[in-house]
């Protein structure tokens, strides 16, 4: 069984930056897929960023483009997602997630894709 805990959340001013982690357990990193989702009160869970198991490309949303980078360390067997230059429209709790299987490029930004969930870590940027 894929478990996921991730962390990193906390409070930051406009303009600011945080890094956020995801731990994998239970399965190698190098063979899943994963990405970040994020869910602000109201709205619906989003996706921010994705990469995939093979060649580890990578995909991002419009809103996060040239602010937001995902990667991942094998040896660590975690993921991450470095946010700089945050915005308040940034706040939100933001989960991680993984699949065992392979999925296409198109299919990197839908949650259904995903098995596997982390708990969720509250991003709030705010000054």
Known sequence: QVQLVDSGGGLVPPGGSLRLSCVV???????????????APGKEREFVAGIKSRF?????????????????????????????SLKPEDTAVYYCATTTGSPITSSLSVASTYEFWGQGTQVTVSS
């Not at 357990?25 to 869910?39: D, I, N, V």
């Open 25 to 39: 357990s239970g399965r190698t990193l190098s063979t899943l897929a994963m990405a970040w989702f994020r869910q």
């Open 56 to 84: 580890g490309s990578t995909t991002a949303a419009d809103s996060v483009k040239g602010r937001f980078t995902i990667s991942r360390d094998n040896f660590k067997n975690t993921g991450y997602l470095q946010m700089n």
